[in-house]
């Protein structure tokens, strides 16, 4: 069973950084994609970031909003991904969620909340 668990999030103000991290039980080099999701109130699931294998080149992708100030990496040897968030503004608020893809099938975190405000 594949469990992935968030942690870094919480209040910062306006301008402000954040790190989060996804830890996986288990390697993360047997997941094609992982990518980062977050949910606003009242709003749909939005991809943010995703990191995706190709052999020894990981290829990056952005959401529009975020691109330039945020940065997702791999680590395979700590089994963790990270989202580097910098800049951070309010509309950045959200829970965010991990996912990872393997064979077909998406596995999610319980998410972690983000807070931008003064």
């Known amino acids: 069973q594949v469990q992935l668990v968030e942690s870094g999030g919480g209040l910062v103000p306006p301008g402000g950084s954040l790190r989060l991290s996804c830890a996986a039980s288990?390697?993360?080099?047997?997941?094609?994609?992982i990518a980062w999701y977050r949910q606003a109130p009242g709003t749909q699931r939005e991809l943010v970031a995703s990191i995706t294998s190709r052999g020894t080149i990981n290829l990056v992708n952005y959401v529009d909003s975020v691109r330039g100030r945020f940065t997702i990496s791999r680590d395979n040897a700590k089994n963790t991904v990270y989202l580097q968030m910098n800049s951070l503004k309010s509309e950045d608020t959200a829970v965010y969620y991990c996912n990872a893809l393997k064979s077909g099938s998406h596995y999610w975190g319980q998410g972690t909340q983000v807070t931008v405000s003064s």
């Open positions: 288990g390697s993360i080099a047997r997941f094609h994609v």
